[in-house]
């Protein structure tokens, strides 16, 4: 099985060992660099050929409330997001290669991106251009704007 | 002062008592790890690492025997592709000394007698094999292994048990002969005639009935495919003719055969099967599943082993057994694959290729998950890029060649197999060459295999995407956009009745009224089944589950997140206005015509209404058998909805029986107070008790002991699920001989063939529901012969439900 990552959810609410134990039960996986066209139906089609999907909670820009990249996918079985993290981590849903990591459980809020313009925090100082999350980083795009404006 | 001595004499010894624990622990570790690794890669030969570790484990035999005794029979169970080595391993230590080859001897006769016991049948073969392989060593006597030989061909000719016993009986002894039988030959030529004299007697009289539910296609052109015993044993044949010379399996012990001959050999105890009980399970069995043959691999490259050679079972079973290790870790499984020991002697693309795909299309079903085998056949072409997607291609081109006789389960895998491993390689095909099938009826598997794929494609990705993957001519086989199709809001939709009360639906739901409100409005439709004279009250009203179902749907569709939200919160109308299951049946043929263009999306409704209980199974079952589906019956996802929901029924009844089988074992494990009162006959006693039982009652309620009425009471609700379980199968199976019955009669008095490409989905449906359920149809296989199964019902219809009673038989 692949290596589980080191990344810990810098927002969440209670002590290091709570939050490693809800890991190491949980039935929720965070799933990350998807396109902000893929669907949920795409995300349950795929994650379904692991076992019986409970819920998708889509990730959502804050502001305009569109998906922006992410989502978190629950099952009914620990077995079958165990097997998730196993067989589809790594591969690819709308041609980029999807990441899926443990997730605490979601709760209320986290479905929304925490950058300052609103998407997830890796969209803001990305320096390449990516078609599929929007173009250019945020902070390419702002720069391009004003300085656009100035020369107006 | 005194004390401070003895203080520090324990303390002392304590240390010490620790440290040679700990020192002890790490000495085992060490050999364990040694004895594990042997035969890995390393710098220095096999033979001088084997000398080495018998010198070591020598040394600590004395210390660290059981230990040893443990890891070393264990390690050829679990790693069976190093049987020899670890046989040469005992060999040598029982050249060095006599008694501990003896007691290793025990030790692997009580696992095997406890696997046997426990129904632990691969390891049970694999001990077999393992045993035998040490009379190569000698370590066993051949004449003891040839009376364990003879216990088993007793076993496989009882009389009385099912033949699936018997056969696993057979089939050990079969794939223990590739590794022992040259000795045999050599030393025990007449006794080793005898037992193939018995094998072959007992091969011609076997039942095969099963053969032709577990096969991939039904044609054996261009490979036959045989069923797994028939297979081995012509395997085992031509070995034998080949004078029992096999050139696969590795033995480090022709090495030290001068060491290993001077050892004096222990005699195997009788070993007798434990007889067969009602509650044993056996391996069901397979078919052997052939692709290629040497035509299809590269002229210049080594040559594949013909059907019949052992070496090509050998090899097949190595990988097998690296995917057994392997198969959760899906870049290991790819490496180690291609890393295969004899990767230069075989074209090793194809036997991978051909050994995966028998594993994603074994029937009834394969061992792990089908995305399993597809994540691995991906990580195998990002591997090996110059040689990998090649043969993969070429495979799916033999596939698709074939596909007109491959079954509609393997079908239905292929389908997905071929559309997820598309979605990996942006969806990149040469579509060009299966233009054939745009010629083809709808409904011929060329056709339809394109189609559903099409479909597939289509759930990974979106619609502009794959009507750019293939070329225009395509068309007619594309899927239409996956929208929701609301008549409502169509040219001229407003005359269709209802269309006023939609509008008004459609504008109070926006404003999120409460369910009691939805129903007032929804209740105040005319119900078009009322009669004049109004004396009948109507089973249901299918205006109001009209405009309700489709309304409430349409504003949900956005996506499943805004579906399920309108089902929860509208649970309580479904409730009210689908109570039974003619109004569950109006209330599927609404979600139909809404989601006709969308299967997924439909698929997804349907089983997050059966889980909540706003529809039932059987109306389920009752509606895609019913004239509103005729025209969608030839369409794979029907039939993933009819398996979701019987498999939805099928949990519920296993969560039941275990949970029955867990109190009763709980019950059984505590004495039950019912049963100490019964004991005493004082009345006060017996009342006190009685007291006492009920303080536990409360206390059991979240889940500590279960009293006998509270098992009682689950026992009830597991009978009744039972029955509804037994109810959705006859429904299911009745509709299905209706059917076909009626297509067979149709025929008939038109002077047409019955056998269209309709009829074969048809009872391939069928066969893929007994099939894909059989544990849970097998208890009900009496009912079903006595109720439907009859003697008087078309034969090709019967022979289905016979091909299903032969699996276990």
Known sequence: MAVPSTYRDQHFKGSRVEQERLLSQSCTLYVGNLSFFTTEEQIHELFGKCGDVKRIIMGLDKFTRTPCGFCFVEFYLRNDSENAIRFVNGTRLDDRIVRTDWDAGFIEGRQYGRGKTGGQVRDEYRTDFDGGRGGWGKMIQQKVATSAAANN | MSRRKRDDGYEHGYRKRRRVVSEQAEIEDRLESLIIRVGDKTSSSLESNLEGLASVLEADLNTYKSKILRILSECPIQMPEKCTIYSTLVGLLNAKNYNFGGEFVEQIVRNLKEALREGQWESARLIVRFISDMVNCHIVSASSLLQLYDSFIDAAMEQGVPQVRRDWYMYALLTALPWVGRELFEKKENDLERIMAAMEGYLRRRNTAHVAALRVWNCDTPHPQEEYLECLWAQVRKLRTDEWQERHIYRPYLAFDSILSEALQHNLPVILPPPHTASTQYPLPWVVFRMFDYTDCPEAGPLLPGTHSVERYLIEEHLHQIITRHHNERKELATQLLAFPQRNKIPLEYMIVEVLFSELFQMPSPRYLEIAYGCTLIELCKLQPSTMPQVL??????????????????????????????????????????????????????????????????????????????????????????????????????????????QTLTELLRKKPTPEEVLELVQ?????????????????????IEVFVQTLLHLGSKSFTHTFAGLAKYHSVFKNICENEEAQICMLRQVYELWQHHPQFLGVVVDKMLKTQIVECCAVANWIFSRDMALEFTRSYIWEVLHLTIRKMNKHVVRLEKEVADARAKLRAAPSDSESSDEDPSREGGEKRRRTSSNKEATKDDGEQPTEEMVERMEERLEAAQSDQKNLFLIVFQRFIMILSEHVVRCDTDGKDFNTFWYQWTVGRLQQVFMAHHEQVEKYSQTLETLLFTHDLDGNILDTFRQFQALRS
């Open chain 2, 393 to 502: 291609a070429q495979a799916t081109e033999l596939l698709y060649e074939r596909i007109d006789t491959m079954n509609a389960t393997c079908f239905d895998r292929f389908v997905s197999w071929f559309s997820y491993h598309l979605s990996n390689f942006q969806f990149r095909w040469s579509w060009d060459d299966w233009q054939n099938c745009l010629s083809l009826e709808k409904d011929h598997p060329k056709a339809k295999f394109v189609s559903e794929v099409f479909g597939k494609c289509l759930r990974l990705s979106y619609h502009k995407r794959v009507t750019e993957m293939v070329p225009e001519c395509y068309s007619p086989l594309l899927p239409p956009k996956p929208e929701p199709y609301f008549k409502y809001q169509i040219e001229g939709g407003n005359g269709f009745p209802g269309a006023a009360q939609v």
């Open chain 2, 524 to 544: 105040q439709l005319p119900n078009p089944l009322k009669d004049d004279d109004g004396d009948m009250e109507p089973s249901h009203n299918p205006l109001a």
